[in-house]
């Protein structure tokens, strides 16, 4: 049933029922897939990608995403919730593309696009390869030092909410956010806060 799973998600996370019967996939796998959660039936012969969201633990609709627009990188409070590093659970997925790009329209799922400079954008990647497909997103460092950008736009008690989760973690490096951090014009605001953190 997996290729059931990569054919919605290469269609933006949505496929008809005759889109399935088209491609030769069985109805009885599809209802299965919707027993288990996997897929929804949106309305009569329509299906996407669960807002479950997780299918052995892989975020079909990070992926999504990625397939949709190639050059979408997960950021922000999507980023976060993919690192388990805030409480808050988003209802679109935030992505990232460079400012000289148009944004495609992506039917499913629902999304908010920020527009970042080359010189923010090119940072901190990192690519996730699942056999359902690749996750382009931002690491820790990156997505704290982006949230403190954004903290008048999304909101200071997230931004500080990550930075407070991040020097709990084990893995951490505090040279490489600082490093972000000037990149990102935001080492003035947030290296005090930091202090006071990693002197508690």
Same mark, same amino acid.
Do not use: Q, W
């Given at each position: $049933? @997996?290729?059931?799973?990569?054919?919605?998600?290469? =269609?933006?996370?949505?496929?008809? $029922?005759?889109?399935?019967?088209?491609? %030769?996939?069985?109805?009885?796998?599809?209802? +299965?897939?919707?027993? *288990?959660?996997?897929? *929804? /039936?949106?309305?009569?012969?329509?299906?996407?990608?669960?807002?479950?969201?997780?299918? @052995?633990?892989? =975020?079909?609709?990070?992926? %999504? !995403?990625?397939?949709? *627009?190639?050059? %979408?990188?997960?950021?922000?409070?999507?980023?976060?919730?993919?690192?388990?590093?805030?409480?808050?659970?988003?209802? @679109?997925?935030?992505?990232?593309?460079? =400012?000289?790009?148009?944004?495609?329209?992506?039917? #499913?799922?629902?999304?908010?696009?920020?527009?970042?400079?080359?010189?923010?954008?090119? &940072?901190? &990647?990192?690519? &996730?390869?699942? /056999?359902?497909?690749?996750?382009?997103?931002?690491?820790? *460092?990156?997505? !704290?030092?982006? $949230?403190?950008?954004?903290? #008048?736009?999304?909101?200071?008690?997230?931004?500080?909410?990550?930075?407070?989760?991040?020097?709990?973690? +084990?893995?951490?490096?505090?040279?490489?956010?600082?490093? #972000? %951090?000037?990149?990102?014009?935001? +080492?003035?605001?947030? @290296?005090? &806060?930091? +202090?006071?953190?990693?002197?508690?």
């Amino acid at each position: $049933m @997996e290729d059931i799973i990569n054919y919605i998600i290469n =269609n933006s996370g949505f496929a008809t $029922m005759k889109d399935l019967k088209d491609a %030769a996939f069985h109805t009885r796998k599809i209802t +299965k897939l919707v027993e *288990e959660g996997v897929i *929804e /039936k949106v309305k009569a012969g329509v299906y996407r990608i669960s807002d479950i969201g997780f299918f @052995e633990n892989v =975020n079909l609709s990070l992926i %999504a !995403v990625c397939k949709a *627009e190639p050059k %979408a990188v997960i950021c922000l409070v999507s980023a976060l919730d993919y690192y388990e590093m805030t409480d808050f659970n988003p209802h @679109e997925i935030y992505y990232a593309i460079p =400012n000289s790009r148009k944004s495609k329209k992506i039917k #499913y799922p629902p999304t908010r696009v920020f527009y970042f400079r080359d010189n923010v954008y090119n &940072i901190g &990647i990192d690519t &996730i390869k699942t /056999k359902y497909g690749t996750i382009n997103i931002f690491n820790k *460092e990156k997505t !704290v030092c982006d $949230m403190f950008r954004y903290r #008048y736009k999304i909101g200071e008690d997230l931004a500080l909410e990550a930075l407070n989760n991040y020097v709990k973690m +084990k893995k951490r490096s505090i040279p490489k956010l600082l490093e #972000y %951090a000037e990149i990102c014009r935001v +080492k003035p605001v947030m @290296e005090p &806060i930091l +202090k006071g953190l990693l002197s508690k």
